[in-house]
C-alpha cells in the first residue's frame, strides 16, 4: 500500500482517538460500537491511548457514637482518611485492527494502573488496601471483535458489558467525580469472601495512623462493570437519523477476575435507539433511550460460624434510560431495580448487616435483598466559553421492605473546564441525606434501624471533590 494512504489511514485513526476523547460531553454515544469497533479501512494496527485522573476530596461528615466513623464517612478506597490527593485511575491501553492483513478483526486492551476498588490486592483487609496506599495493577479489559456478519458482530473476552449508562461510558468521559448512589451500590460489584467475614468495628482518627486502622472488607477487586465472555451486538440504520443498537452476552460473573468458581454463567441484554440532532459522527447531539437487563447468580457464607458454607443467591439487575445532548443542554435519567446480592458497605463483606443473634433468622440479609434507585442529571455549556455547569439528583432506596430500609439521597452540583478536548477539571460538591427507614429490631436494647444505625448515619455530611483529567 502507498505511503499516502497509510498516512490517510492513520490519520483517521488519529481522529477517531480525538473523538472518543470528545464525545462524553458531546453527544448520546453508542458505547456498544464505540469500545467494540474500529472503523473500517480507517484504523491504525497499533493505537496507544490512555488517561489519568488525580484528585483531591474532602469529607465533611462527623463522627458518631463514641467518636468514631463509619465507612460512608470515610474515603475510598483506603477508608482511612476523610480527605487527602489520589491518582483515582491511570490507564493505558492499545487499541486497534488487524490491518493489513485483515480489517474485519479488532482488539481493545486496557490496564489499571491507578489506586482505587478495581486494583485492590488479593491479600487486602480493606477495599483497596494491602499494605496502606498500595495498589496492584489489573488488566481491565482484553477483547478481540469479529466483525464478518452482517448485523451480528461478536466480541470475546474481557470487557464491559451492555448494561447502564453510567457503567457503560468511558470513566474518563464521566460528568461527575463519582457515581450516583443507585450505580455505585447495585451496579458497581463486590464479591464476598469465601467464608463470612465479621462486620467492621469504626475507627477513632487515632486509628487511622495505626496499620491496623482499616476495616474489614472484600478481599476480590469490584467487578468494575465488566465481564469475562462472549457478546453478539451490532448497529442499525433505520432512516430519518435514527439508529437501532443491541447486544446479547453471556458473562462468567466474575467481573475482571479471571475464575468461575460456581460454574455459573449471566446473561446481559441490552437494546438501544439513538437519534441523531445534528452534527455529524462522534461530536453529533443525539436522542437515546435504551434499556438493559442482566441475570445470574452468586454464591455467598452469610452464616457467622466459622464454616465455609456458601449457598447460592440471584442476582438480577435491570434498567432504563435516556439521555438528550442538544448544546448547550443535556439531560440524562435512569431508573435501576435490583433482586439479590444488594451490597451493604465496604464494611459488611459478608453482604449482612446486622450482627448476631439477627443471623439466625437472617434478619438485613443483603444477599436476599431487593433494592430501587434513579438519577436525573442536567448540564448547560456555557456558550462561547470552556465552562460547563452540571446538577445532579439520585436516590437509593436499599433493602427496600426489610427492618434495615435504607434511603440514600444526593444533590450533587459541578462545574467542568475544558482546557481543550483531552483536558479537564471537574468540581463537585456532594450534600447527602442517609438514613435507616425500616422499623429496625432490637439488639441489646438498641434499636438497629432508628438506634444504633441512625446514630452513625446522622452524622453523614456533604463531600468536596476536585478531579483532573488528561487523555492521550
Request: glycine content about 12%; hydrophobic content about 40%; aromatic content about 12%.
Amino acid at each position: 500500500m502507498g505511503d499516502k494512504k497509510l498516512f490517510k489511514r492513520t490519520l483517521i485513526g488519529v481522529a477517531f482517538t480525538l473523538g472518543f476523547a470528545t464525545a462524553g460531553t458531546a453527544s448520546a454515544v453508542d458505547w456498544l460500537m464505540l469500545q467494540g469497533t474500529e472503523p473500517a479501512a480507517a484504523s491504525p494496527a497499533v493505537k496507544v491511548w490512555g488517561f489519568v485522573q488525580t484528585d483531591y476530596q474532602k469529607d465533611f461528615s462527623s463522627a458518631g457514637p463514641a467518636g468514631v466513623y463509619n465507612a460512608p464517612k470515610l474515603l475510598g478506597p483506603n477508608l482511612n482518611s476523610q480527605s487527602g490527593f489520589n491518582i483515582s485511575r491511570a490507564r493505558i491501553g492499545v487499541r486497534g485492527t488487524g490491518f493489513p492483513i485483515d480489517d474485519h478483526i479488532n482488539y481493545f486492551l486496557l490496564v489499571e494502573l491507578g489506586n482505587n476498588a478495581t486494583t485492590a490486592s488479593s491479600t487486602s483487609t480493606g477495599i483497596g488496601t494491602a499494605a496502606l496506599g498500595s495498589t496492584v495493577a489489573r488488566m481491565t479489559d482484553a477483547s478481540v471483535t469479529l466483525n464478518y456478519l452482517k448485523g451480528a458482530r461478536v466480541r470475546a473476552g474481557l470487557f464491559k458489558y451492555p448494561g447502564a449508562e453510567e457503567g457503560l461510558q468511558g470513566f474518563m468521559l464521566a460528568d461527575y467525580i463519582d457515581f450516583s448512589e443507585a450505580t455505585n451500590a447495585m451496579l458497581l460489584e463486590r464479591f464476598p469472601n469465601a467464608l463470612y467475614t465479621t462486620n467492621s468495628i469504626f475507627l477513632t482518627p487515632a486509628q487511622f495512623q495505626s496499620s491496623g486502622g482499616t476495616l474489614n472488607g472484600f478481599t476480590a477487586p469490584v467487578g468494575a462493570f465488566r465481564d469475562t465472555g462472549i457478546q453478539v451486538f451490532d448497529e442499525f440504520n433505520l432512516g430519518k437519523d435514527w439508529a437501532l443498537s443491541y447486544a446479547a452476552m453471556v458473562g462468567q460473573g466474575s467481573g475482571i477476575q479471571f475464575n468461575n468458581v460456581d460454574g455459573k454463567y449471566d446473561t446481559y441484554l441490552y437494546l438501544s435507539t439513538e437519534k441523531n440532532l445534528g452534527g455529524a459522527g462522534l461530536t453529533a447531539n443525539g436522542l437515546k433511550f435504551f434499556v438493559w437487563n442482566q441475570s445470574g447468580q452468586r454464591m455467598a457464607d452469610v452464616t457467622n460460624d466459622n464454616i465455609a458454607d456458601p449457598k447460592f443467591y440471584k442476582r438480577d439487575r435491570s434498567g432504563l434510560g435516556v439521555k438528550y445532548m442538544a448544546k448547550p443542554y443535556r439531560v440524562t435519567a435512569e431508573y435501576i431495580t435490583a433482586n439479590g446480592m444488594i451490597f451493604e458497605g465496604p464494611d459488611k463483606p459478608s453482604f449482612y448487616f446486622a450482627a448476631p443473634p439477627n443471623a439466625a433468622n437472617l434478619v438485613n440479609n443483603g444477599a436476599t435483598a431487593k433494592a430501587n434507585g434513579w438519577y436525573l442529571d442536567g448540564g448547560w455549556y456555557i456558550p462561547n466559553t470552556k465552562w460547563e455547569l452540571d446538577v445532579r439528583y439520585d436516590t437509593l432506596d436499599a433493602n427496600t421492605g426489610l427492618a434495615d430500609e435504607h434511603k440514600f439521597n444526593k444533590w450533587t452540583l459541578g462545574t467542568q473546564y475544558h482546557f481543550n478536548p483531552m483536558t479537564k477539571v471537574i468540581v463537585n460538591y456532594e450534600m447527602r441525606d442517609f438514613k435507616c427507614t425500616g422499623p429496625g429490631v432490637v439488639a441489646a436494647g438498641v434499636n438497629t434501624c432508628s438506634g444504633s444505625a441512625n446514630a452513625n448515619l446522622s452524622g453523614v455530611g456533604n463531600k468536596l471533590g476536585v478531579q483532573l483529567t488528561a487523555a492521550f
